[in-house]
C-alpha cells in the first residue's frame, strides 16, 4: 500500500511540474494579447508592430515629418501642398496620428530625389498612418510602386466613391473632377460652385481680390459669388 501511495504522490508531483512548464491550466498563463490600438479611421489592413520605432521631433505637412533619424517622407501617399485645398485639414489629421513616436518601414526606394528617408508610417502599436490618411480622403495612393500600392489605391477609389473626408466631400462622383477645381485651370463662373465657401476658396487660391482671373468678384468689393451667401 505504501508503495502504490508513493507511486500516486510522485505522479501528481510530475503532472503539476508538466502542467507549469508547458502552460496548462495550473500554471495560470494566458495567451498573449494585441495591444489596444489607437487607430483613427478603418479596421487596418497591413500592420507593422514590430517596424523600426523612432521620436517625432515635428510635423512640416500631411506626408512629411521630421524624427530622431531625419525628415520622413511618406512612401504610400500624397497630401496637399501648402497653398492648396486641404493642406491644413491633412497636416492637422497627420499631426493627431503620428503622436510622439512613429514605426517605419521600407518600400522598394530608401529615399526621394530631396535626398529625404522614404518609408511606410506607422503608430506606435503598428497601424498604417497611410491607411488611414486616404481612407479618410486627406490623401491620394502613391501609384507607382510599393508593397501596400494596390490596398492604398483601392482605399482611394472607395473614399472618393463615398465623398468622404476634405479632398472628396465636393467630388462629383458622376463626373471626372473636383468641384474645388484648378485655380489656374479653365475659366469658372459661380454657377460652378454649390457653396459660398468653395467659391471663395477658390477665389482666393486664383489670386483674389488683388487678382480675379475667373471674374467672380462682379462688383469689385473683395467678395466673390454674393448670389451663394
Known sequence: MRLIARFVIVS?????VACARFGGPLSGAQEPTRPTTQAIGPPQLFYCPDCQLVEVTGIVDGDTIDTSIGRVRFFGVDTPERGD???????????????RQVRLEDGPRLEDSFGRRLAYVYDPFGNSIDVQLVARGFATAWTRDGQHRDVLVGLEESARGSQIGCLWSDFDPNGDREIGYDPFGPDRDCGDFSTWNQANDFFVAAGGPQNDPHRLDGDSDGVPCESLR
Do not use: Y
Open 85 to 99: 485645398r486641404c493642406f491644413a485639414e491633412a497636416t492637422d489629421f497627420t499631426r493627431l496620428l503620428v503622436g
Open 12 to 16: 501528481l508531483l510530475l503532472l503539476v
